[in-house]
């Protein structure tokens, strides 16, 4: 019994110096995923996202299905956040291109929100949906368009009001109040639109200059104070 235990310790050992080494050289796979993009080989640069995905899942000890942001936790985790959320983007078109594999397309396209939705890419994300919806190829044009929706339209962010008076502030939860009325409308989707494309660069130069972020702040705060109060008097109160 015990030599049973230490064995299946000691295989435990070895299958996770495995995954350290194979973590390791993780990006390899998606080197050659994006030479086989270009060359327009897709079923060999599906294979080796696959395989990123699978470096990814053996190193955390998860099922591939289970991988998800919160693996990821720390600042300098950022750039593969965003390196898993292309993956899981450059997947949903492949599996897009065959109706018959609807199911792995839509699969990948609901991991490509999620490792979307409030990072800062989010609006560049967003346009690769809206130009690929533009194209009018997709054999799921429905789901993508609630894709983009869900991701340009639906997120809880509000990049200003988040950066003048925080995410729970009263201020910030009226206006995204208020923007859950708007987008019903054709002009109001299409402010919602150009807010996402515009704020979070905004907001990011902002973080970066502690003067542009002062100033903004000075001007922007109670202009945007009162306008939630003439929202919530005159609209969210009917």
């Known amino acids: 019994m015990a030599s049973n235990a230490q064995k299946n310790k000691q295989d435990e050992i070895n299958k996770r110096k495995v995954s ?7 990006f390899v796979p998606l080197k ?17 996202h696959l395989t990123y995905l699978r470096i990814l899942a053996n190193y955390y000890n998860v099922d591939p299905e289970d991988i998800g942001p919160k ?3 720390g600042e300098k985790d ?4 965003m390196a898993i959320g292309q993956v899981y983007w450059d997947l949903a078109k492949a599996y897009d ?13 609901s991991q490509f929100v999620r490792f979307t939705v409030g990072n800062k890419w989010q609006h560049l994300n967003a346009d690769l949906l809206r130009k690929y919806i533009n194209k009018r190829q997709s054999y799921n044009l429905d789901a993508f368009k609630a894709a983009y929706k869900e991701i340009r339209v639906n997120s809880k962010k509000c990049y ?5 008076f925080g995410e729970d502030h009263q201020v910030t939860q009226e206006l995204r109040a208020f923007k859950s009325i708007i987008i019903n409308y054709s002009a109001g989707e299409q402010f919602v639109e ?8 905004v907001v990011e130069y902002c973080e970066q200059h502690f003067i542009a972020n002062l100033c903004l702040k ?3 705060k109670p202009i945007i104070y009162s306008f939630a109060k003439i929202i919530k008097k005159f609209i969210l109160s009917k």
């Open 20 to 26: 350290v080494a194979e973590y390791s050289k993780r």
């Open 218 to 220: 000075a001007v922007l």
């Open 194 to 201: 150009a807010y996402y494309r515009i704020s979070p660069l």
């Open 160 to 164: 200003i009001a988040t950066l003048c």
């Open 78 to 81: 950022k750039a593969e956040l």
């Open 71 to 73: 693996l990821f936790p």
């Open 97 to 109: 291109r065959n109706p018959k594999l609807k199911a792995k397309a839509l699969k990948h396209l």
């Open 32 to 48: 050659k995923a994006q030479s086989y993009n270009k060359k327009g080989d897709i079923p060999r640069a599906v294979e080796q």
